[in-house]
């Protein structure tokens, strides 16, 4: 299994723009899909982003065109890119790992989290 430490979180005014990391360690031979979930106070976590082994990435409805998921050439760091943040943007995000399908993505199951990053998006 890997571990997954996330970075990067902060406040922000609408707008703005803000990069959080995910820095992976233990990393073993298996490839991964890696993604960004969103999560508030009682709602269910929300995938926002994936990115596979081959680098192609899928985006949910809300962050298309303002989030921008990637990973260095090494595949041991993810970063996700927000960009005119929006106040419900604001929450939780988590890195994850799924290692269950050969580093793609679909389906999406991740069995490795991060333990998350605040953002705040203020008016």
């Known amino acids: 299994q890997v571990q997954l430490v996330e970075s990067g979180g902060g406040s922000v005014q609408h707008g703005g723009s803000l990069r959080l990391s995910c820095a992976l360690s233990g990393y073993t031979d298996r490839p991964y899909c890696m993604g960004w979930f969103h999560q508030v106070p009682g709602k269910e976590r929300e995938e926002i982003a994936a990115?596979?082994?081959?680098?192609?990435?899928g985006y949910a409805d809300s962050v298309v065109g303002r989030f921008t998921i990637s990973q260095n050439n090494a595949k041991n760091t993810l970063y996700l890119e927000m960009n005119n943040l929006k106040l419900e943007d604001t929450g939780m995000y988590y890195c994850?790992?799924?290692?269950?399908?050969?580093?793609?993505?679909?389906?999406?199951?991740?069995?490795?989290w991060g333990q998350g990053t605040q953002v705040t998006v203020s008016s």
């Open positions: 990115i596979d082994v081959d680098d192609t990435a």
């Open positions: 994850a790992a799924d290692s269950r399908n050969g580093g793609y993505c679909h389906p999406f199951r991740p069995d490795n």
